[in-house]
C-alpha cells in the first residue's frame, strides 16, 4: 500500500522465456527500488516450486503463488489456450 509496484505474471520457473525475464528483473531491481516501485512476480505455481526458483536463480524478490488463479483471473492475464492444459497466467507485466 503506498508505493507504487511492478505487477508481473509469468508461467512459472519451468518456461525459459520467464527465466530470462526474471533474470532481467534481478539486474535491474535496484533500479526499481530507487524508484520506490515494488516488484511483484506472480504465477500459478506451488509456493514451494515458486521459492525454489528464487533460490536456485538467487532472486532479490520474492515470487508470489496464485495456485487458485484469483489474482491472475482478475487481471484477465489466464492462458486458456495453454498446450498441455495447465492453469497457468500468459506473460503481462502492470
Do not use: N
Not at 539486474?27 to 505455481?45: H, K, M, N, W, Y
Request: glycine share 8%.
Amino acid at each position: 500500500r503506498g508505493r507504487k509496484a511492478v505487477v508481473l505474471f509469468y508461467r512459472g520457473h519451468w518456461c525459459g522465456a520467464c527465466r530470462a525475464q526474471m533474470e532481467a528483473l534481478r539486474r535491474t531491481f535496484l533500479q526499481f527500488e530507487d524508484a520506490g516501485a515494488a516488484v511483484l512476480p506472480i504465477s500459478s505455481e506451488p509456493l514451494a516450486r515458486a521459492r525454489e526458483g528464487v533460490e536456485r536463480d538467487r532472486l532479490p524478490f520474492a515470487v508470489l503463488s496464485d495456485e487458485g488463479l484469483a489474482v491472475i483471473d482478475a487481471y484477465g492475464v489466464r492462458h486458456h489456450d495453454e498446450p498441455e492444459g495447465r492453469a497457468i497466467a500468459r506473460p503481462a507485466v502492470f
